[in-house]
């Protein structure tokens, strides 16, 4: 009988970007009708207001 080897994979810890806790909303986009925009990549899934220039989450 012949052994089969085993193998292990090592997955290293995947480090998540920081995001800080958003809690102007009621200052700066309650009753603006400023858009979530939601753009839903291939490779990554990014979220912000349609007024900023950067997305708030990616």
Do not use: F
């Not at 800080?20 to 899934?45: A, E, F, L, V, W």
Request: overall charge neutral; proline content about 9%.
């Amino acid at each position: 009988m012949t052994t089969v080897p085993i193998y292990n994979l090592d997955e290293p810890e995947y480090a998540t970007p920081y995001y800080k806790i958003r809690n102007d909303y009621r200052t700066k986009y309650r009753g603006s009708h400023t858009p979530i925009i939601i753009d839903n990549g291939s490779y990554q899934c990014r979220a912000g207001w349609a007024s900023e220039s950067e997305p708030s989450r990616t």
